[in-house]
């Protein structure tokens, strides 16, 4: 059946007075800024302190956009007879956001969480050269980092938080303890037999002379030596 001449018409003004009388959605940015959601992908951010430059992010990032520099230096051994070790120190770090895809595999992959994602995303350029974010600049995203979201009612417990409860209890434990003296954890230390009773006769007062028996049985200088014995 062939349409009524001015259908086409009326059905288009239908759309839009309908389309009127809707609430708007148009965000007026960068007037209003977006309500976005807390963990979106903006932009990423180091914390350096973390970060034993592994290489691993720049490793699986698919776009090649993580440029890491560093050398090694030699930390000298803790205790006298330990060994030196080697540590690698952070030169550079940069991430090109001109290149970078968003997938997020750096942060996923990276074992120390040094990497984080910011909602921030206002940092367009007019140059793409400063697109490539480097260490102090990534650092800055840090702060910017939401908090995590609260854990489910429930939940078990971090392991990181149920190890430094453990930590703490032991220590608590030790300082209620007596523990025994210096001298004698040091021979314990030293696999000395019985160091415990040397270490406590050490701390006994001294007795006078008279009062041991070996001394009785010695012959005092002023005392003639007995028969039996000459
Ligand atoms: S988000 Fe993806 S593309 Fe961007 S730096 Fe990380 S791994 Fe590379
Ligand atoms: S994976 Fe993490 S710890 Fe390793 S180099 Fe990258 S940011 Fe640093």
Partial sequence: MAPLPGSGLAKGLAVTLRTMTKKTVTEQYPDAQPELPPRTRGVIGLFEENCTVCMLCARECPDWCIYIDSHKETVPAATPGGRDRSRNVLDRFAIDFSLCMYCGICI???????????????????????????????????????????????????????????????????????????????????????????????????????????????????????????
């Avoid at 969480?113 to 921030?120: I, K």
């Avoid at 190890?163 to 523990?179: C, F, I, V």
């Avoid at 019985?194 to 008279?210: F, K, N």
């Fill in 108 to 230: 996923e992959v990276c074992p120390f969480d040094a990497l984080f994602w910011s909602p921030e995303f206002e940092y367009s350029e007019t140059d793409i050269r400063d697109l490539t974010h480097e260490r102090d600049k990534l650092r800055e995203w840090m702060w910017t980092v939401p908090a995590p979201p609260a854990l489910d009612p429930g939940a078990e417990e971090p392991k990181e938080l149920t190890a430094a409860r453990k930590t703490a209890d032991k220590l608590a434990a030790q300082q209620e303890t007596p523990q025994p003296p210096e001298a004698s954890r040091e021979a314990a230390r030293a696999g000395e037999p019985h160091a415990d009773e040397q270490a406590r006769a050490a701390e006994q007062p001294t007795r006078p002379m008279g009062d041991s028996k070996q001394q009785t049985d010695q012959p005092r200088p002023d005392q003639p030596e007995q028969e039996g014995r000459e």
